[in-house]
């Protein structure tokens, strides 16, 4: 059971060092959690909401600006189709069921991935939610959906060949942000501190450009499980790294 004073000691120890603005979060192990407790793995997934929940709870207040969960990858198509249908059923879900909460944070929610290969009610959902939230100025929450980072790399590389062949860009001239511009986070900055929970240590084709240099963090707890504390070890960790970006 978590000790509230226990939770309470570290979020001060942390809210005394300095924050990663942009956390991302491979969210792993929902099958897994669903498998251990002999439950179909749409139990697990659904349990994983509620981490995502505790997730926003944890951050309320910290100086945190970014958080980006990886929710659905190209690859995911593979799986049964009912559990992707299920998948593509749980955006409505979260919006619909947290709405009031998230304005009341003044979050803000962004998508990033190839929305166009989502189901018409997935992108709809998306749509209000973006559209209910855009005027607010807190915590920018970003689902990737149906999201690869080869992919997002490959559309940028076309963007930007397209722009020369009209003669618009001299291809010696290309810079980062140049390229910057065209992938689907043009808008946001590049991650501090990525995420994966399960005990994976891969970073499974998410963000390939934008985590250079962002600070890795791996835990064995499965998504479900992902706690406020767990949370909070994670941003820890975070500053208790020296970030040299290359110097010395």
């Given at each position: 059971?978590?000790?509230?004073?226990?939770?309470?000691?570290?979020?001060?120890?942390?809210?005394?060092?300095?924050?990663?603005?942009?956390?991302?979060?491979?969210?792993?192990?929902?099958?897994?959690?669903?498998?251990?407790?002999?439950?179909?793995?749409?139990?697990?997934?659904?349990?994983?909401?509620?981490?995502?929940?505790?997730?926003?709870a944890g951050l309320k207040g910290l100086d945190v600006k970014y958080l980006t969960l990886y929710a659905f990858s190209t690859e995911n198509w593979r799986r049964p189709k009912s559990e992707v249908d299920f998948l593509m059923n749980l955006p409505g879900q979260f919006i619909g069921q947290e709405l009031t909460?998230?304005?009341?944070?003044?979050?803000?929610?962004?998508?990033?991935?190839?929305?166009?290969?989502?189901p018409a009610h997935t992108r709809k959902a998306i749509a209000e939610g973006i559209e209910a939230t855009r005027h607010n100025t807190g915590l920018r929450l970003n689902f990737a959906l149906n999201y690869g980072g080869r992919e997002e790399i490959l559309q940028a590389v076309r963007a930007l060949c397209r722009r020369c062949q009209q003669g618009d860009l001299d291809?010696?001239?290309?810079?980062?942000?140049?390229?910057?511009?065209?992938l689907y986070t043009r808008d946001i900055p590049s991650p501090d501190l990525v995420i994966r929970t399960s005990g994976e240590i891969r970073i499974s084709n998410f963000l390939l450009w934008q985590i250079a240099y962002a600070e890795l963090y791996f835990t064995d707890t499965l998504w479900p499980d992902f706690s406020e504390m767990h949370l909070y070890k994670a941003i820890a960790q975070f500053q208790r790294r020296n970030r040299r970006f290359g110097g010395v």
């Open positions: 059971m978590l000790n509230r004073w226990q939770l309470a000691r570290q979020l001060e120890t942390i809210r005394s060092g300095k924050m990663p603005h942009h956390i991302a979060i491979i969210m792993d192990g929902n099958g897994r959690w669903a498998k251990k407790r002999g439950l179909p793995r749409v139990a697990g997934h659904r349990q994983g909401m509620q981490a995502i929940k505790r997730c926003l909460t998230i304005m009341e944070n003044n979050i803000k929610l962004g998508v990033i991935g190839d929305v166009s290969g989502l291809p010696s001239a290309i810079t980062y942000s140049d390229i910057e511009s065209c």
